[in-house]
Structures are given as structure tokens and as C-alpha cells.
């Protein structure tokens, strides 16, 4: 079966490689980042009637301040962030499937004036006119300065690769671009249309998951596996 690559950072590349072995997929593990944990001052819990988590990160690496504001309502974009919040003790867990404008949207509707928005360094700085946001960074994704050689080998008998965020996609085709790989020779696979369109064009084929979920990409993943097999044979 055609290998399946897998950039994102740690402990989420573990996390969606045991669900691609669970789909009869062969992933190899590459992380283009490395999250770091930042030291980060937390504000009064009375300052704010919601919390806002655009990252499973911010909650993997927030810290033991996060305690503080558990008993808040928490807005998560995605499902493994609400699962990581609900692991850190959070109650009140509000998903949205979409992205963080769109989570932020649907914390307006529900009435929510203040917001507490943990984040990585690297972050979309989010805005909504009705919305008071204050924002803490509490990690940072440091990027590899090379492709990883487990990603080169891979890569050079062709593969399918998951593109979780719209900075790896960017990166990816600077990496595969820097280690003069043929592009014609791989297809991407990202999170969103937004992911997708950031590693450009020249892929032999380039999918955007209809849901920025693991389910999602990996389903589209199995599919394109197989077809590289049978092509192959």
C-alpha cells in the first residue's frame, strides 16, 4: 500500500497515525514543528464569560494556570481540541467544525462579550465587532530548517501527505522545494481548502478534507492508499 506521511507535530502525529493503522494505512511520522510550552501571565477569571481554543495545543501545553478557568464556558475549533479540553477538566465544551472566525461567530451569538483566547506564537489574530478578546500565547511551533529524512525517503518513491494547517502546507512545499523533489510524484492531502490551496500547485493530485477532522483527511487517505497500490501492481 502507498505510504501515508504524516508533518504534524507531536502528540497529534502519534494521535492520527494510530488511527491511520487502524484503517489498514502504513504512516510514517515526519514532524515539520516542534511545540514548546511558553511561560505566559493568566488574567483574572472574572474578566471574561468564555473561553476561546482555536488549537488542541493551547490546552496540551496551557499549563496548570488553565485550572483557573475551567468552570468557564470553552470554545473549541474541532473535535480533538474539545476532546483535549475536556481531558484538562472543562465542563462547558461548545465545537465548531469550521474555523475560528467561524467559533467565534457562534460564542457572539450565544451572547459571549469577553473572551479569554489562548494561542500559539503563530496564530490567526481574530476579530469580531461584537466581541471583547484578549489574548495569551501559551506555546510556539518551531519549524525544522530541513525535510526530515524519514519524509525525504518516503517521498521519493512517491506517497500521500496529510497537511494539517496552512503554515505546514506552506512550509512543505518550501521544504520539497529546497530538497529539489519532484512534485508530480506526491499528493496532498489538506484539512481545509484554505490548507490545500497554501502548498500551491505541481502535486500529482491535491485533496481538501470536507471537514477539518482526522475522520476526514483519513478517509479520503484510504482511498487514494489503495489506488496507489493497485496502480502500482
Not at 497515525?17 to 494505512?25: E, K, N
Not at 516542534?34 to 468564555?50: N, Y
Not at 500565547?137 to 525525504?152: C, T
Request: proline share 5%.
Amino acid at each position: 500500500m502507498t505510504a501515508l506521511l504524516i508533518l504534524r507535530p507531536q502528540p497529534g502525529a502519534d494521535a492520527t497515525a494510530a488511527r491511520a493503522r487502524s484503517l489498514g494505512l502504513s504512516p510514517v511520522i515526519a514532524p515539520l514543528f516542534e511545540i514548546d510550552a511558553l511561560g505566559w501571565a493568566s488574567p483574572e477569571f472574572a474578566l471574561f464569560d468564555a473561553v476561546l481554543i482555536t488549537s488542541a495545543n493551547a490546552i496540551r501545553f496551557g499549563g496548570p494556570a488553565l485550572a483557573d478557568y475551567r468552570h468557564l464556558p470553552l470554545y473549541a475549533v474541532g473535535g480533538a481540541t474539545a476532546a483535549a479540553a475536556k481531558a484538562a477538566g472543562f465542563g462547558e465544551i461548545v465545537v465548531g467544525e469550521g474555523d475560528g472566525a467561524e467559533i467565534l461567530a457562534l460564542a457572539a451569538g450565544h451572547g459571549r462579550k469577553r473572551l479569554l483566547h489562548l494561542a500559539g506564537r503563530e496564530h490567526i489574530d481574530l476579530h469580531h465587532p461584537q466581541v471583547s478578546i484578549e489574548r495569551r500565547i501559551v506555546y510556539a511551533s518551531e519549524v525544522v530548517q530541513a525535510l526530515p529524512e524519514a519524509a525525504r525517503a518516503v517521498l521519493e518513491g512517491g506517497a500521500v501527505v496529510l497537511l494539517h494547517s496552512v503554515r505546514a502546507a506552506s512550509l512543505f512545499a518550501s521544504l520539497t522545494n529546497a530538497a529539489m523533489l519532484d512534485r508530480a510524484g506526491i499528493t496532498i492531502v489538506g484539512l481545509s481548502e484554505a490548507v490545500r490551496d497554501a502548498a500551491g500547485a505541481g502535486w500529482a493530485a491535491a485533496f481538501a478534507a470536507p471537514a477539518p477532522t482526522d475522520d476526514a483527511l483519513l478517509a479520503i487517505a484510504v482511498r487514494l492508499c489503495d489506488q496507489g497500490s493497485r496502480k502500482g501492481s
